[in-house]
């Protein structure tokens, strides 16, 4: 009896064994999860802080807020504005007849962008480069656009303004200075490296931005380019694209022809805007160049 007694305590104790030595293992498996995950949060937390996880900085571009175009051009003739009829200068309805025409920016075009960090630390803009640049003899020889007369721009602060001269073997980011008053002709003063200084960033929850202007000067060909910038994070030196008005990565800006064919001039904002016959065009404007370095 005694045996068969030992027997069947046996058998009923190995189901308890077992269920002890599987909670035991859970429990011992329990504990290496939350250990693994309580590592894993302290390695992306050490990856954010160095910067690892992605890009360090995001680029958003636009038209600049106070910059008024006043060379614009289509490269063919113009001979019917009816759809511009009910548009006023600047409206979506103008904008997109101006780019259903391949309308670009003549001698010089301006993009405001606007560049903040995406990770945790410091982020130092140091640079800007030119990238892919090609240049040709101007095809926009069609139509002048001449927008309406507008008023003084008002007092808004300025961005950091950086100029390139696209005649130049090797354009570089000039400190744009913006228009000398009292001259002649048009003309804007650039003096030395925009990026002579570092410009610091700090990202996290309240990060800083900052906005340039870029203005892009062209003699009487057209150009197409992109533009990268250089920052320096904990991972070291990096180059990214910057992102242009439409989502694109290239920019353009047409050349200055011997004439226009036609012209379309806009009397006032709200309009009307009138073909009008052949026009000669605006001369580029004069750079007045300080020293670079």
Request: aromatic share 10%; hydrophobic share 35%.
């Amino acid at each position: 009896m005694g045996v068969v007694i030992s027997s069947v305590a046996a058998i009923w104790g190995f189901p308890l064994l077992a269920r002890s030595t599987r909670a035991a293992e859970q429990n011992t498996e329990t504990a290496r999860t939350a250990e693994e995950r309580e590592q894993e949060k302290r390695e992306k937390e050490k990856r954010e802080e160095a910067g690892f996880g992605g890009p360090a900085i995001m680029s958003v571009a636009g038209d600049p807020n106070l910059f008024f175009g006043h060379r614009f051009a289509l490269p063919h003739r113009t001979t019917d504005v009816a759809e511009l009829a009910d548009a006023t200068f600047g409206s979506k309805e103008y904008g997109d007849w101006f780019k259903k025409n391949d309308g670009l920016e003549v001698s010089v075009a301006v993009v405001r962008v606007t560049v903040f960090p995406i990770h945790t630390g410091t982020v130092v803009i140091q640079n800007m480069r030119l990238t892919g640049l090609k240049c040709e003899p101007t095809r926009y020889t069609g139509t002048a656009v001449i927008p309406p007369a507008f008023g003084d721009s008002g007092g808004e602060q300025l961005p950091t303004m950086v100029a390139f001269d696209l005649t130049e073997p090797l354009p570089r980011p000039w400190k744009n200075e913006g228009f000398v008053k009292g001259t002649e002709e048009e003309t804007w003063s650039l003096t030395g490296n925009a990026f002579a200084k570092g410009i610091y960033l700090e990202g996290g929850k309240d990060f800083d931005a900052r906005a340039f202007d870029l203005s892009f000067f062209t003699g009487t060909k057209d150009c197409e380019f992109g533009v990268d910038v250089n920052v320096t994070t904990s991972r070291g030196d990096e180059w990214y694209p910057i992102v242009f008005p439409g989502g694109g990565r290239r920019h353009k800006v047409a050349g200055v022809p011997e004439r226009y064919e036609t012209s379309v001039v806009s009397k006032a904002v709200e309009g009307p805007h009138v073909v009008e016959g052949p026009r000669p065009p605006r001369t580029p404007p004069v750079l007045r160049k300080g020293s670079f370095n």
